[in-house]
């Protein structure tokens, strides 16, 4: 059905046209009823032009006689009215009983006038006060439907309010997340049977924290939260309480606690907590401070707040380094509940949940496609499976198939596929040979490294020429330093492989090199895997628990190591690339024979590769290179 456009506007049009009108016409009355115009004469200067015949038409009013010269007066004045020759006055009236009998003596034309009443007087102040009032009144409602619905309500909270048969979303919905879920079985518990809590003496705690990674689901799990428990829930983002106006948030923040308070029991939740509760006294300026005053007013009112009242205050940040520490005290936010990226089984749990309304065809391996995403969270999942969906549609499928979920996940992880970009042989040669160099020292250095997955040579993304997929056989947590080296000789292989064939290097290894470097030095400056250096460990930049945002930090070394640290990494680095010379120099046949190959192809899948290297060089690579 086809909304009606809104009549709102046509009728503010029509009342400002209105208002227009009605002015311009006080305006002119307001004229007409200004005093006379023209050169202003003494009284007793007026009797004696009276007597010397040289005025005419005179208007008397209660207070002011005006009238017209003679020709025989001087010319009028510049700005004074009067027709050709003539030459209009005005004069203070006295109280002068020969005045009518003066005229009649000497004929002259007079006739009376009214004075002009207060009304008209006050009408050219009293329109333009209406036309300014009007004008605020609409303005303030217009720039206060973006601050609350009006600069008189500005100060009210901007929660939405979704009452119990509104929450549709339960524990089922949220897949991957057993032990947050089991942490919050609490909450509903209390909120359900309060009474249970109670009898003993226990209390709830008054506020819950969710800290996790973006897309996590952690806005999905407080829903479901108050889906469980049946109670109302208030939702708002932190940086809804700040506005322009200075004491807005404070204000919105009383007004949310007393709206919730009234709902009790009910589910508060404040998304991106980060944004309200940022540590104090880090920048001060004047919007800080007031951010700093609606966070104080936050925590008086989570003070103050009496958690039997059955009001549950939840939270949700991926930056928990930054919040206040009066924040997560305890008796404020002092229950944290931690969401993690989903291991494999969670991955697949959340794809049954999205793939349950999409028709998926008998070949499609849930377990397979969770095996293929490793650190993907919920919201990632979820845009596989609705970009696999589009892609059938648009390949004209019946059903979503394995080979469009496949798409799709190369598509996030590497970006969108560029077919039509023109590149000439000589580079495309250079790039087949380059990811032919990552495969071969991948596969080489097995089982140390992941798994190579698909090579390919058609352009992706922004930058992207080419790419070499590994994927884990099973979700790690570790690293351990020999795995570590074999990741900086397969970031090398691409550039080595360049090398060899073609006597030259490119820019195409900038991300690798890149990549190459921060492993090296993390294993110096992080991880304490440097012999030389020892087991210490060098402070950098620290970076959020799940953004990777880098934050300053004091230097707690010298300028000689630092040296020291730069001479490690570079031979960190150089051990890794004379080993990858020295392995692909030993399968160099093998490298130019899959490169032609992946020339005609542009694809090639892990398996195929695998065969296609065994069947080529049946020998140990590593052994080849160590007889060399």
Not at 287 to 299: A, D, I, P, V
Not at 444 to 462: E, T
Not at 488 to 502: D, K, M, P, S, T
Request: neutral net charge; contains cysteine.
């Amino acid at each position: 059905m086809k909304k009606e456009p809104s009549a709102s506007p046509r009728l503010f049009l029509i009342a400002f046209y209105v208002v227009l009108f009605l002015l311009v016409g006080v305006m002119f009355v307001a004229l007409a009823a200004l005093p006379p115009q023209g050169q202003k004469l003494p009284y007793s200067q007026f009797k004696q032009l009276v007597r010397a015949q040289r005025v005419a038409r005179l208007q008397i009013s209660p207070t002011t006689i005006e009238g017209e010269l003679l020709p025989e007066a001087p010319p009028p004045a510049p700005g004074e009215r009067g027709t050709s020759g003539t030459q209009w006055f005005h004069t203070i009236r006295v109280e002068d009983p020969h005045l009518v009998a003066d005229l009649e003596a000497h004929g002259i034309a007079f006739s009376g006038k009214t004075d002009s009443s207060w009304l008209f007087q006050l009408l050219p102040w009293v329109v333009p006060l209406f036309v300014f009032v009007l004008f605020w009144s609409v303005y303030g409602q217009r720039v206060g439907a973006g601050v609350g619905g009006g600069l008189m309500t500005v100060g009210k909270s901007r929660a939405r309010v979704y009452v119990e048969h509104q929450i549709k979303t339960r524990f089922a919905d949220v897949a991957g997340l057993d032990e947050a879920k089991a942490e919050l079985q609490e909450v509903i518990e209390f909120l359900r049977t309060p009474e249970k809590f109670q009898r003993l003496g226990g209390k709830i705690p008054k506020g819950v924290l969710l800290v996790g990674a973006p897309g996590t689901g952690k806005t999905l799990l407080a829903k479901a939260v108050a889906g469980e428990a049946g109670v109302p829930f208030f939702s708002l983002s932190g940086s809804e309480f700040v506005e322009l106006f200075v004491g807005v948030g404070a204000a919105r923040v009383r007004d949310l606690f007393e709206q919730a308070l009234q709902k009790a029991p009910c589910i508060v939740f404040i998304d991106e907590l980060d944004a309200l509760g940022r540590a104090r006294g880090l920048a001060p300026s004047a919007g800080h401070e007031e951010r700093e005053q609606t966070l104080n007013q936050l925590l008086v009112e989570m003070d103050g707040f009496d958690a039997s009242t059955g009001v549950i205050i939840m939270a949700a940040t991926n930056r928990p380094e930054i919040l206040d520490p009066a924040l997560l005290r305890a008796g404020r936010f002092d229950r944290h509940v931690a969401l993690d990226k989903p291991d494999i089984k969670g991955r697949e749990a959340i794809l049954r949940v999205h793939t349950k309304n999409v028709r998926l065809a008998q070949e499609v391996d849930l377990h397979t496609i969770a095996a293929r995403t490793p650190g993907f969270v919920g919201a990632d999942l979820a845009n596989v499976v609705n970009e696999a969906a589009l892609l059938a549609v648009r390949r004209g499928r019946e059903a979503v198939t394995m080979a469009d979920f496949d798409d799709a996940v190369d598509r996030i992880i590497a970006g969108l596929e560029k077919k039509n970009r023109v590149i000439n042989p000589r580079e495309k040669a250079i790039i087949a040979h380059h990811e032919i160099g990552h495969a071969l020292t991948a596969e080489a250095l097995a089982p140390h490294v992941d798994p190579v997955r698909k090579v390919s040579i058609v352009p992706r993304g922004i930058g992207a020429l080419g790419y070499t997929q590994q994927l884990p056989t099973e979700d790690r947590y570790l690293m351990t330093r020999t795995e570590l080296e074999a990741r900086l000789c397969v970031l090398l292989g691409g550039r080595v492989a360049e090398e060899l064939i073609f006597g030259d290097v490119s820019t195409g290894a900038q991300d690798d090199l890149q990549k190459a470097t921060e492993i090296a030095r993390s294993m110096v400056t992080e991880y304490g895997m440097s012999q030389r250096l020892g087991l210490r460990t060098f402070e950098r930049e620290r970076r959020g628990l799940f953004l990777d945002v880098p934050q300053a930090t004091r230097r707690d070394y010298s300028e000689a190591k630092a040296a020291e640290i730069d001479r490690e990494v570079e031979e960190m680095l150089a051990r890794a690339h004379h080993q990858v010379c020295e392995l692909l120099t030993a399968q160099k046949p093998v490298l130019e024979r899959l490169a032609r190959l992946l020339l005609e192809k542009e694809v090639l899948e892990g398996d195929e590769l695998r065969q296609l290297i065994r069947a080529a060089a049946p020998a140990d690579p590593l052994q080849v290179a160590a007889a060399r």
